[in-house]
T-cell receptor, first 110, second 114 residues
Framework: LAKTTQPISMDSYEGQEVNITCSHN???????ITWYQQFPSQGPRFIIQ???TKVTNEVASLFIPADRKSSTLSLPRVSLSDTAVYYC???????????FGSGTQLTVLP | NAGVTQTPKFQVLKTGQSMTLQCAQD?????MSWYRQDPGMGLRLIHY???????DQGEVPNGYNVSRSTTEDFPLRLLSAAPSQTSVYFC?????????????FGPGTRLTVT
C-alpha cells in the first residue's frame, strides 16, 4: 500500500486556484492515485484518479510527476461550496486495501 | 437510481443494546463495505463483501457482524453496543473489488452509545 501524507488543513479565498499536494514516497508500480471529497455530514465522493502525468475532468485536475512520489490535486476557481475534506489514496488490487487517512480540510473563505 | 441508501440517519443506543444499520444499493454492485469515521480521523474498514453470501473482516471488525443474503443489501449488526462504537458509519459499494474503480458512499448513520 502506498502510504500517503497530505497537509492537515488549507485556507483559500473564493475564485482562487487551490493546489493540494500529497506525498507517496513508497508508491508501487501498479498503484493508482485517487482523490475523494467529503462534505460535512456526507459520505466521501470520488473526484479523480490517475497514474501519471495529468488527468482533468469537470471538477479538478490531477498532476503526477514522472517519479510518482507525489501528486497534486488542483481545484480551479474555488467557491464556498468547495469547503470539504479531501482525501488522497494510493493503492492497487482490491478495494478493501484502500486507506482513507485524515485528509486535508480545505476551507474557502469569502 | 437512489444509489446507496442508509437507515437510520441518527440513532442513540444504551450500552448493551443491539441494533442493525441498514444499507442498500440499486446499482447491482458486487462489492459492498462498511466504514466507521471518528472525529478528526479518516475512514476505517469494518467489514466487506465481494458478493452475495461472501463476507470478510476489515481493519476494525470486533463488535460487529454482517451478512449478505442479496446483492442489494448489506446490513451491519451491533451485537452489544459500547460507548467506543459511537461513530459515524458509512456504507459503500462499487462494481467490483478493485482499487481502480469509483466507490459510492451512502449518507451515513450517526450513532451515539451512552
Amino acid at each position: 500500500l502506498a502510504k500517503t501524507t497530505q497537509p492537515i488543513s488549507m485556507d483559500s479565498y473564493e475564485g482562487q486556484e487551490v493546489n493540494i499536494t500529497c506525498s507517496h514516497n513508497n508508491i508501487a508500480t501498479n498503484d493508482y492515485i485517487t482523490w475523494y471529497q467529503q462534505f460535512p455530514s456526507q459520505g466521501p465522493r470520488f473526484i479523480i484518479q490517475g497514474y501519471k502525468t495529468k488527468v482533468t475532468n469537470e471538477v479538478a485536475s490531477l498532476f503526477i510527476p514522472a517519479d510518482r512520489k507525489s501528486s497534486t490535486l488542483s481545484l480551479p476557481r474555488v467557491s464556498l461550496s468547495d469547503t470539504a475534506v479531501y482525501y488522497c489514496l494510493g493503492g492497487r488490487g482490491s478495494a478493501r486495501q484502500l486507506t482513507f487517512g485524515s485528509g486535508t480540510q480545505l476551507t474557502v473563505l469569502p | 437510481n437512489a444509489g446507496v441508501t442508509q437507515t437510520p440517519k441518527f440513532q442513540v443506543l444504551k450500552t448493551g443494546q443491539s441494533m442493525t444499520l441498514q444499507c442498500a444499493q440499486d446499482m447491482n454492485h458486487e462489492y459492498m463495505s462498511w466504514y466507521r469515521q471518528d472525529p478528526g480521523m479518516g475512514l476505517r474498514l469494518i467489514h466487506y463483501s465481494v458478493g452475495a453470501g461472501i463476507t470478510d473482516q476489515g481493519e476494525v471488525p470486533n463488535g460487529y457482524n454482517v451478512s449478505r443474503s442479496t446483492t442489494e443489501d448489506f446490513p451491519l449488526r451491533l451485537l452489544s453496543a459500547a460507548p467506543s462504537q459511537t461513530s459515524v458509519y458509512f456504507c459503500a459499494s462499487t462494481p467490483s473489488d478493485s482499487a481502480y474503480v469509483e466507490q459510492y458512499f451512502g449518507p451515513g448513520t450517526r450513532l451515539t452509545v451512552t
